[in-house]
């Protein structure tokens, strides 16, 4: 069955750094665009990076642009998350999705603190 499993999520202080990956199996890894998205307590869950299915192509929320960066090693079917610079307003459980927000897959999550 399909499956997403996110990991390296974690508690940080400000200014630090994480990685998060993303291990998917289950489908066609290299053939769908990857994202991940996050959600705080009591918000909507909101997108901030996308890749396409080669990787040469990236897009990021503007509140993360500059400090995250996003890659896949399609032979390892993982998507990554590098956070650079964390700030507190980063707290959130975080996402991979393949294929969109809407009928793609969805990982369980992971959860980001960043402390001041």
């Known amino acids: 069955q399909v499956q997403l499993v996110e990991s390296g999520g974690g508690l940080v202080q400000a200014g630090g750094s994480l990685r998060l990956s993303c291990a998917a199996s289950g489908f066609a890894f290299g053939s769908y665009v990857m994202n991940w998205f996050r959600q705080a307590p009591g918000e909507e869950r909101d997108f901030i990076a996308y890749?396409?299915?080669?990787?040469?192509?990236?897009y990021y929320a503007d509140s993360v642009k500059g400090r995250f960066t996003i890659s896949r090693d399609n032979a390892k079917n993982t998507v990554y998350l590098q956070m650079n610079n964390l700030k507190p307003e980063d707290t959130a459980v975080y996402y991979c999705?393949?294929?969109?927000?809407?009928?793609?897959?969805w990982g369980q999550g992971t959860q980001v603190i960043v402390s001041s």
């Open positions: 890749i396409a299915q080669t990787g040469t192509s990236t």
């Open positions: 999705n393949a294929g969109g927000r809407f009928g793609g897959y």
